[in-house]
Every structure is written in C-alpha cells, then in structure tokens.
C-alpha cells in the first residue's frame, strides 16, 4: 500500500554546504523567543531543504532526545546532506551569531550592572514571538493532514504540556508509545504481524 | 582549571537530561548551580536568565551565559561545550541508526507517530510564552492574536510582526 500522497509534494533542494551554515545562522539570528518556528520557516518555506512532513518528523525525533529540538533536528539534517561536516557547519550557524550577541550583553551587564532599558520592547517581541510559534505549531498541523487520532495526540500533548505544566521526558514518555502505535496501526503495520 | 572542569562535567549532566530542552531543564539547572553548587544566588540566576532571554536563537545558550558568570570566558565556553556537545553526539548517533534501519518498513510510520507530539508541544511552548506576555496587560494578548493569524494565513516573513510588536510595545507598553 502506498503512503498516503501529499496534496502538493514539494521539490526539495540540496543545499550546498555554504548554503546550510547561512540557512542555519538566518535561523538562529532572527529566533526570538521561538527558534523551531524560524526553522521550519526557513528550511520548508523559503529553501525548500526537507518537505513539511520530513521536517516535522526531523523535529518529532529532535524533540524525544534530550538537549535543544531545533539542535538536534542541526545535527541530523545536517549530516543528512554533508555527513560529519554538514553537522557541524548547521551547529556552528545555528549558535554563531546569537553567542556573539549574547557575549555582547554579558559585556554590556559586567560594566553597567544592568542592561540597557529595552523592557517594553522585549515585551512587544515577546509576544509577536509567541502567536508565531501558535501560528506556525497551526500552519504544520493543518498542512500535515494528520488523522483524527494524531489530532487528538497532538491536543492531549499540547494540554498536558501548557494547562497541567507536566514535564517534557513525561509527557513524551507517556504519549510517544500510543503515539507511535497509533501511527502503526493506521500504517497496517501491527493488523498484519498479527495475521501473519 | 578544577572549577572548569566542574563547569563542564555539570553542563554535560544538564545537557543529558534536558528532554524539551532549555525550559525543560532549567528547575534541575537552578538546583545545580544555586543550591547544590552554590555559584550564584537566587536573584542573579533570574537576572542572568532574562539576559539571555535579550538573545535571540536556541534559548539553551542560557548555559552559556550561567558559565561566563561563574567563570568568565573558560567557563563560558566550558558550559557551552558541555549543554551542547552530549545531546548533539546522541542526536548524530541517532540519525546514524536511522540510516541504518532506512527500509525497514516500520521505520516511517514509527517516525510519523512522533509528529502529532512535535507539533502539539510547539504549541504548548507557544501558549506559554503568550500567557507569560500577558502580565503586561491585554496589548501583548492582542499582539499574539495578529501575529498567529499573521504566521498562520500569510507566508510573508514574519521579521514584520516582530518588529511591529516591538515597536508597540515600545510606544504603549513603555
């Protein structure tokens, strides 16, 4: 049987080794509060490195390891298109330019004390942040076609996480099994081990 | 050389442990550093977080400026050696296996059943960064709305909300 079709496959490009590093600094200079939306906004949308269902999946698996999902999901798309240099080159970019910021205000708060009154404005961002990560967490879900089962997953993770404020290893411990075995069985995967 | 070294063993622990990453760990990072290790009171710890909330990208850096405090230059790149380095070895050992068992018909729905949960902590973590946005009043609120739909409905890059939400809140949040 084959897998479900996307409605719009999408051609992907292979992005050439310059390519991935500058991708990945876009992506950690301008993410504010939610890196995982820039991501996926700069590597489905504008270049066009992974289609909407291979990032989601890249991400899904980033998410059960421990450490930064946008990290991790670094490190496999990069060594899915240059190896061990792909990588690191992702890495570097992701980290470069917001450490470079970051060593900035550690300077600026050693010799001042405090650090310059940008309060509201933080505020402001803050919170344009914040519907661009509910935005993009809406655009993936609907272009993902998912079904009604993984809808009621994707709900349940998103309550336990936000309303019950459970924490991550539990949730994913407690929802990636069902999860995974939902997705098994709707792929007739489980139905037929058991018939055969 | 001994306090970097502790640095480092401490951050490489944190770094294991961080499923969810930098908010997911940050309760364990606060009992390391305030209360087991004693580098840092309570009230620098939520300053130096709110620091590094000022930087943009992966919000796990927080390690890095943790390690500039207790340790200047060494210790900040002791920290960020150590909060990056083991999770990005399981996550390069991880896309290993999955090369490995590629065709195995298991593999892609297996896969697949990690998305719904991807997807719906994205947008846990973004309903929590706007309810924390909410303690300065309904503006923010109004900002998370226009900016969803903005995201959600439009592909035009979002640099144009958040420079229209920091100019707001500038002007009437200020």
Redesign the interface.
Known sequence: MPAAPDSSPPATVTPSRPDLFLGYVKIGLFGFGGVAAWARRVIVEERRWLTEREYAEVLGLGQVLPGPNVGNAAVMIGRRFHGLPGALLATAGIYCAPLIILIALCLLYDRYGRLPEVRPVMAGIAAAAAGMVIGTACKMAGKLKLAPEAVLLLLVATFCAAWLRLSLPLIVLALAPLSITASLWRAGLILRKATS | MALLLQILVTFSIL????????N?VLPEMHRQLVELRGWMDDATFSQLYA???????????VA??MG?RVAAWGG?AMA?LG??L???I???C???L?HRLRGA??L??????????????????????????SQ?GL???V???????????T?W???W??A???????L???
């Open positions: 770094s294991l442990v961080a499923v969810g990453g930098a997911a620091l590094a909330q000022a930087a943009p990208g992966p919000n796990i850096l890095s400026v500039w900040m960020t909060m990056l083991p999770s990005a399981l996550a390069w991880m896309a290993g999955l018909a298991w892609k729905p297996a896969q697949a059943g990690l998305v719904p949960i991807a997807v719906g902590l994205l947008l846990a973590a973004g309903l929590v960064m706007a309810e924390a946005s300065f503006l923010p609120l900002i998370v709305a226009a900016s969803t739909l903005f995201v959600w409905r592909s890059s979002p640099l909300v958040l229209g939400g920091g100019v707001l809140g500038l009437l949040l200020g």
